[in-house]
């Protein structure tokens, strides 16, 4: 007997921009995607002003799913999928973000896509806004520094809630909304937001402005998307590393609880449609002046999530000694290395039981149901000399956080939906924008520098994932 129900959510993750290409085809705008170069481990992806020619950015073709999705279904349809997270590029629909109508060929892509996942019986898992802001927001608007784009967003979503209603149960609105907690640097604030800082500027503080008007539009979206059909399932999705304290010196203690704040309260807004104390308590303290207005807070209340979308790659240690003694947390200078833990060559921790520990946390929390709509593990991969990715690391990584989230169901009562691990098909890594930071049971042959034929070929881990699925996580 499974220890999962019958109807748990296998299947796989991916986001337009990492896999699709056709970067300008059949009416696409450009995307804040379509401006970030790549990278590697240590050196961040340049975002540059527009598209610069001579440049090269990896997502202007990806893997070419926009023109191969239907050999990619079938390969996931063979692993025995139950459903397939992906997310609608916005700037698909509405090039521009502002155009008063949108793009019918970008939404009969869509349509063609989740059919043909229906035809497998995939259900579809659907993200509004995965680091997909189109461009033009970002250069007109400020992304979301401007009370505007909510209603950009909320126009987006509720053409694609009114347009595949019948065809999507499962949504999410903003994938890992609190990745700009990370306010220092500037990737997680422009994919996210579309904010772009200049010097001098108080960059924490218009962080906590564009994510209330996200959360703001997440809440306008999801009441419209629950009276559109009753039936849909609406979450959030949140970056899940949880925070340890390195000691358990007190200091540390209290520093990490107030980290957990920091990364965490986008999730108590999503679910209980309200601030948390803590949270209104530092805006005074801080003296940052935040347009919040009384409809927001009626809007937030009304626009409450069904389940608690996350991913979950590893966890955080952190020590308070850079620290003030308010424990203010600030995530490039205040993590430390975990000597329990083994990183991955890009230096992510791995840690298992952090899973277990993160879905109970969450339950503790909040009492909903909880999907892991991402995990896995972005490795080299070689060929063998059969021309087959041996990986065993990759099947290692996933049956130990396989063997964890069972424990959290079966032994500790968590309601967990589904499980979707990330980049079921190698595609451009979101972080350095390479094509060998690599994540899937299918091998896409192409390298970082965009040379490859594209050919789709299977991993060991792909007859692997197959199996598990097969028997219910019975046989990992
Ligand atoms: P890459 C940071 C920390 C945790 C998850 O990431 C993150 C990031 C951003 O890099 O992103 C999510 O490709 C994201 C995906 C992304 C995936 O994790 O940098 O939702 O778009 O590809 C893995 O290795």
Request: charged fraction near 25%; charge should be negative; glycine fraction near 8%.
């Amino acid at each position: 007997m499974s220890k999962l129900p019958e109807d748990f959510l296998w299947g796989g993750a991916v986001a337009a921009h990492q896999l699709e290409g056709a970067w300008q085809e059949d009416g696409k705008g450009i995307s804040v995607a379509d401006v970030m170069t790549a990278a590697s481990h240590g050196k961040h992806r340049e975002i540059t002003d527009g598209v610069i020619e001579g440049k090269y950015y990896p997502n202007h073709e990806a893997i070419d799913f926009y023109h191969r999705y239907k050999e990619d279904i079938q390969l996931f349809s063979e692993m025995g999928f139950k459903c397939f997270r992906t997310s609608i590029a916005w700037s698909r629909i509405f090039p521009n973000g502002d155009d008063q109508e949108p793009n019918e060929q970008g939404l009969a892509f869509y349509d063609d896509l989740f059919d043909e996942c229906l035809k497998h019986g995939i259900e579809p898992v659907v993200t509004l806004s995965h680091f997909e802001l189109p461009y033009h927001l970002v250069t007109e608007y400020g992304g979301f520094r401007n009370r505007k784009v909510i209603d950009f967003f909320v126009r987006f979503a509720t053409v694609c809630f009114e347009r595949y209603k019948d065809k999507v149960k499962y949504w999410m609105t903003f994938n890992e909304i609190n990745n700009q907690s990370n306010f220092d640097e500037d990737f997680a604030p422009f994919t996210n937001s579309g904010v772009k800082y200049q010097p001098g500027e108080n960059r924490e503080q218009i962080m906590y402005q564009a994510a209330h008007y996200e959360l703001v539009a997440s809440a306008q979206a999801t009441k419209i998307g629950h009276d559109i059909n009753p039936d849909f399932e609406i979450g959030c999705m949140i970056a899940m590393c949880p925070v340890y304290p390195a000691t358990c010196n007190p200091k540390d203690i209290l520093m990490a609880q107030k980290a957990m704040q920091k990364r965490y309260y986008f999730t108590d807004v999503h679910v209980h449609g309200a601030y948390p104390g803590y949270m209104t308590q530092y805006f005074k303290d801080k003296s940052f002046n935040l347009d919040i207005i009384d409809q927001d807070i009626e809007d937030l209340k009304q626009g409450t999530v069904d389940y608690i979308g996350f991913s979950y790659y590893m966890s955080f240690a952190i020590s308070h000694e850079k620290s003030n003694d308010k424990y203010d947390y600030v995530e490039t200078r205040d993590l430390v290395k975990n000597d329990y833990v083994q990183a991955s060559d890009w230096g992510w921790q791995i840690d298992p039981e952090g899973l277990r520990y993160a879905m109970n946390w969450f339950t503790d929390m909040y009492h909903l149901p909880l999907f892991i709509v991402e995990n896995g593990f972005g490795a080299i991969d070689e060929l063998g000399e059969d021309g087959i990715v041996h990986d065993d690391y990759r099947i290692e990584y996933l049956k130990t956080h396989i063997e964890q989230f069972i424990k959290a169901v079966d032994e500790d009562g968590v309601d967990l939906m589904g499980y979707t691990p990330w980049g079921c098909i190698d595609l451009v890594s979101a972080g350095t924008g390479e094509m060998k930071k690599r994540y899937g049971f299918i091998y896409v042959d192409k390298d970082n520098e965009g040379h490859g034929t594209l050919d789709r070929s299977k991993k060991d881990s792909f007859y692997w994932y197959k199996k598990v699925i097969a028997s219910n996580g019975e046989q990992l």
